[in-house]
């Protein structure tokens, strides 16, 4: 805070309280018994004095907090977010942008130099570094420390305390000035759930733990601005059990282990229809061999996909054994090759 700023609430204090020292003048009353015991009376004037330093004392506090606080609190001067910019965050298969960092006064910091060992933030060398500590609401826990590197001036590392609850639970790393790491406690139980990577001022993978267990289960991939693949494990057993692939920002083809024994078991193909996907064509490993038996293909009717044919390799052989035609999702015709294949 500039000095303007605390001089005019100090001389604002200090005329408080000088009127108050000076007691009741002409049409003030005072709070002083009309009567009574001179004493008594003196007694009663200068507990009222204190009342009135103390709840001035306060009122000064509370006014220089406030204008701490606003100092780091967004502008009403601020440009507004753009609408595209909005629809941009709310698509999920945009890459995001690198979050900004507010161009902070280093005034508001506090600083200190330290050594940051080889090894603490993954660094090969020890760091000579600038620790700044914005500590806004003066709790004694900072919501802000950024590291910078005392020789090339150029920020290193970020923490954050987002929720403002006295915990740290955003971490950011940096490579020359600019963020190529980001770990997040988003739901504030003090162990991470996101992990974001980022290049060239946009995210380029992102890896989350859905169920806040401590263990990731869902990983996106992203090229350029978009979103290119995305993989999870929905039962937290380690292993991948679905993906999905993406081109042009729409899904082309996903795969799935649906009975979770480690090998994928469905695969979807979609079909782009003015700029909407739709399933084309789904492959079934329907008896665990290892490899599709029922293939499904669908036509695009009425803005929905309608199965048109099916195909079933009863026996595992590789060949065709049933072939069941549809129209408008009805079964109309069942070709079968050997009908010793199929039960009654």
Known sequence: MGMSGRSLLFAAGLAGLATALAGPGRGDTGTAPPGGDPIEREVARGDELERQIQNELSRQNQLLERMELEQVAPRPS????????????????????????????????????????????????????????????????????????????????????????????????????????????????????????????????????????????????????????????????????GRVVYENRLRVRAEEDRDRDGRMDTWTTYRAVNGTEFVARIERDSKGRGKPDVFETFDTQGGRAVLSRREEDVNGDGTVDVTSIYENGKLVRREIADPSLVPL
Do not use: C
């Not at 996101?194 to 401590?214: K, L, N």
């Open 78 to 241: 601020e440009p507004a977010v753009s609408t595209a910019r909005l629809a941009e965050r709310a698509d999920p298969r945009i890459a995001p942008l690198a979050p900004a960092d507010r161009d902070l006064p280093r005034a508001i910091f506090e600083e200190e130099s330290l050594r940051v060992e080889a090894g603490a933030w993954g660094n090969s060398d020890p760091l000579e570094v600038i620790r700044l500590s914005l500590d806004a609401d003066h709790d004694g826990k900072p919501e802000q420390i950024r590291y910078i590197d005392r020789r090339s001036g150029e920020v290193l590392r970020k923490e954050q305390d987002r929720d403002y609850d006295g915990t740290l639970d955003a971490w950011h790393d940096y490579e020359r000035g600019r963020l190529v790491a980001r770990v997040i406690d988003a739901d504030g139980d003090g162990r991470p759930d996101a992990w974001e990577q980022y290049a060239d001022g946009r995210m380029t993978s992102r890896a989350i733990d859905r169920d806040g267990d401590g263990a990731k289960d869902a990983f996106y991939r992203y090229r350029g601005d978009s979103l290119v693949e995305e993989q999870y494990d929905a039962d937290n057993d380690g292993r991948i059990d």
